[in-house]
């Protein structure tokens, strides 16, 4: 089975941050595919109550893939056939990439790289649920044999596609992303491989598609600057509807601002401190504006702080056309 989708440019799953609202506002950004946060199968089967929100899937979002971690076959399998009651997805994403303590701790995440029979049992088991299988990893190492070996294992085991972060466990997010052992990669499984790590600029996405991957996953670029995402798919010569103007970003703000409103407060504004640095960059009083909405205390009062605000520009605005 394949993964499939309108456009190489994919939204990568981050734990906390993607969320549907994010979700929502990138697909209308553009991007062809996105993943649900990172979500613990073991909080799933636990029937943990804080966790189904993440499995929400807002009618208006394009390609949906399930992400779950897990350090037991038994509990991630559990974990996926109950989401599935909860809602559809086009595939199941495996983490096997997180290099955070807590999630290496309970055997999830990129633990899985040193558990190679428990990876291989895990793709293998879940592939009876009928759908696609993706994979998000890192390299074991920066020695290209095992690089490649570790991804011809989940290949083999039956990974419909494998994202590849060209960081070590033990690196997280320092250093940079090693691109010559993602080039050999995707050379080594033609259309199988997608690339993720340090991807800021529609460059970034270029380069990867050039070396021959399938994909890209956008992830911290998109929280620093979501409006890389039209602008990376122009560059690749895709229909980007988005036309960049203080304007438009006005109105995905907005749309984001009302989204929000329909989840739980904290939430909420856990997201919104997130994507407010690109917002008012080049506007008038856009310090004081990010300051005042980060600690606007509730997504309501955001919204309202925010509206005041385009009122006055478009005031100025007017005067200064008269």
Not at 151 to 180: F, M
Not at 261 to 279: A, Q, T, V, Y
Not at 288 to 298: D, F, H, I, T, V
Request: with cysteine.
């Amino acid at each position: 089975m394949s993964v499939t989708s309108n456009n190489p440019l994919w939204l990568a799953p981050m734990a906390d941050i993607t969320a549907w609202p994010v979700r929502k506002m990138c697909f209308h950004l553009g991007v062809g595919l996105a993943h649900t946060e990172m979500i613990s199968a073991k909080a799933v089967v636990d029937k943990n109550q804080s966790v189904f929100p993440s499995l929400f899937r807002h009618p208006n979002e394009g390609p949906l893939v399930l992400q779950l971690f897990s350090g037991n076959v038994d509990f991630l399998l559990e974990a996926a056939e109950e989401a599935l009651k909860v809602s559809s997805f086009e595939a199941l994403g495996i983490n096997m990439a997180c290099p955070s303590k807590k999630v290496m701790a309970s055997g999830g995440g990129a633990a899985m790289i040193f558990c190679p029979d428990v990876a291989t049992q895990m793709i293998k088991e879940t592939k009876a649920l009928g759908l696609p299988i993706c994979v998000k990893t890192r390299i074991p190492s920066h020695n290209l044999h095992d690089a490649v070996k570790w991804c011809e294992l989940l290949v083999s085991s039956g990974a419909d596609n494998v994202a590849v972060h060209a960081r070590t466990p033990s690196q997280g997010y320092n250093g940079i992303s090693d691109k010559n052992i993602m080039k050999e990669i995707a050379k080594a499984f033609p259309g199988m491989i997608t690339a993720t790590g340090d991807v800021f600029t529609s460059g970034d996405v270029v380069e990867y598609l050039e070396m021959g991957c399938k994909s890209v996953l956008v992830a911290r670029g998109a929280l620093k600057n979501p409006f890389m995402i039209p602008d990376a798919l122009k560059a690749l010569g895709y229909f980007a509807d988005f036309k960049d103007s203080f304007k438009s970003r006005v109105n995905v703000f907005r749309t984001f601002l009302i989204d929000l409103c329909e989840i739980e407060d904290n939430s909420g504004m856990h997201l919104l401190r997130h994507f407010l640095s690109c917002i008012f960059k080049g506007m008038p009083r856009a310090s004081y504006m990010r300051s005042s909405l980060a600690n606007a205390g509730s997504i309501a009062k955001t919204k309202e702080l925010f509206d005041s605000y385009i009122n006055d520009f478009n005031n100025l605005y007017a005067k200064g056309e008269q």
